[in-house]
Structures are given as C-alpha cells and as structure tokens.
C-alpha cells in the first residue's frame, strides 16, 4: 500500500503562484494531480508517465501549471502560476501501477487527502 501526502496548498492573490508537492511512501509509475470545487465533480488537472517523458494538462491550466517529478525522492510537484479565482479547489495527487499516462480518476490506484487552494480576486 503507498501513502501520497500532499503540501504546499494555501491562499493567494489571482496571478500569483504556488507549488504543490505530493510525497510518496514507496515507488509509484505515473502520477496525476486532480481537483475538486466545492459542488462540483473531481476533474482532471494534469498527468505524467514514470519517466516524466509524457505529460498531459487539462485545457484549463495548459500554459500556467507545470506537472513534474522526481523520482529519487517518490515525489510529485505541480507548479501553479497565474492562478485564476476559478483554480480554487481541493488539489488531490494521484498515483497507479500502471505506465501508461492516466487522465480518468477510476484508474489510479492510490489517493492523497487533499489540499486546499483558495485564489482570491
């Protein structure tokens, strides 16, 4: 069983940043970071494959937020720029067994708890 634990979420002006870390508790393939707003479904936010050579963004963040890894210390980031008050959500990290790059929830294997970004206006 693999724990991710996610960091770095917290409250900032529109078109500032934040980077958001997710720490695994053991080897994982690809990774995925999703998003929840309040009433609203879980939606994918961006995708990468174990070696980091495939990456994927939803069209809403494609050319503000940067998904990346590094796989010597199990952990996920995602850098966040120009953030939008419509980015605000609870920031989940993903992780599966599988290699291949992953944008259905459904399909990871493994869950962080969560952490809250909140963009003012």
């Known amino acids: 069983q693999v724990q991710l634990v996610e960091s770095g979420g917290g409250l900032v002006q529109a078109g500032g940043s934040l980077k958001l870390s997710c720490a695994a508790s053991g080897r994982t393939f690809s990774r995925g970071w999703f998003r929840q707003a309040p009433g609203k479904e879980r939606e994918f936010v961006a995708a990468i494959t174990y070696s980091g050579g495939r990456t994927s963004y939803a069209d809403s963040v494609k050319g503000r937020f940067t998904i990346s890894r590094d796989n010597t210390k199990d952990t996920l980031y995602l850098q966040m720029n120009s953030l939008k008050p419509e980015d605000t959500a609870v920031y989940y990290c993903?992780?599966?067994?599988?290699?291949?790059?992953?944008?259905?929830?459904?399909?990871?294997?493994?869950w962080g708890q969560g952490t809250q970004v909140t963009v003012s206006s």
């Open positions: 993903a992780a599966s067994t599988m290699g291949h790059l992953i944008t259905v929830p459904s399909l990871y294997d493994y």
